[in-house]
């Protein structure tokens, strides 16, 4: 088989996926890790792919994004050793189909890049993109498929953990839906603060971003915590946690065809 393997690292995850053709065959999540060394990855990766039934030799083509910039080069230098494949970089310079109107187009995340890329592709524009990550992102792409620019807050688990690490009697909670928003103990009050607070954070950016684009906007979340969010959040069109993924492989064979 000839099999495509998307690799997006992000700061607390990469994201891992497999196409064959245009399908998306399975997807697998590996903490990120700057410490791990090539061989450790490497031989992650090699065990990972068959429990989802891919073997490793089927993989011929690789497309991977990166915002940790020691990460990039040790995961090309896995892709070489354990798949014997030169890695397809997503950087600053790509052909992506999209037009970057940012005030430095090199300060735009590749993921951000390449999430405009495949969901003005998939869904047309305008467009606002909001991806449930480290930090949650929001993005801004024209009717005619320009990068305009975003916001970004942090992100869900990153003040849930800023919570815990910055108080006395707090502590860690578990991300679920608060049945209430006045909550009756530390916990739910937390969880609803949570919750809630970044559904009513998302609802008043997706809003003001709507007017900024004219009044009309389709709205996609993707990211991890995107289909957990949307059980809360009433303003999402679209909900496709894998659209990183797509888009690595939209742009990989964009550019091969050249």
């Known amino acids: ?23 998306l065959k399975a997807t697998w999540r590996m903490q990120t890790d700057p410490r791990r060394t090539p061989d450790e990855y490497g ?43 030169t890695p397809f970089s997503v950087t600053a310079g790509t052909k992506t189909g999209v037009r970057i109107l940012y005030d430095n187009p090199r300060d735009v995340g590749a993921d951000r890049v390449v999430d405009a890329a495949a969901a003005y592709r998939l869904y047309g524009g305008p467009l606002v993109i909001v991806d449930f990550g480290t930090a949650t992102v929001f993005d801004a792409v024209s009717e005619h498929g320009d990068y305009l620019g975003g916001a970004i807050a942090p992100g869900i688990n990153l003040a849930a953990e800023a919570l815990f690490l910055n108080t006395s009697q707090l502590r860690r909670v578990e991300l679920v839906h608060p049945r209430s928003a006045i909550g009756k103990n530390t916990v739910a ?34 990211g991890g915590l995107a289909p957990l969010m949307a059980e809360e959040v009433t303003v999402f069109d679209v909900v496709n946690p894998d659209l990183t993924l797509i888009g690595l492989r939209l742009i990989y064979e964009m550019n091969r065809k050249e």
């Open 1 to 23: 088989m000839d099999m495509l393997l998307a690799l997006d690292i992000g700061n607390t995850n990469i994201t891992i996926g497999v196409f064959q053709g245009e399908q």
């Open 43 to 85: 031989l992650a990766l090699r065990h990972l792919l068959p429990l989802k039934g891919v073997a490793p030799e089927d993989i011929h083509h690789i497309s991977l994004c990166s915002v940790v910039p020691p990460l990039a080069p040790v995961l090309e230098d896995v892709c070489k050793t354990y798949f014997h494949v």
């Open 189 to 222: 009050s937390m969880q609803s603060g949570l919750m809630l607070g970044y559904a009513g954070l998302v609802e008043g950016m997706v809003q003001r971003f709507k007017v900024e684009l004219g009044g009309r906007a389709k709205v996609v979340a993707t």
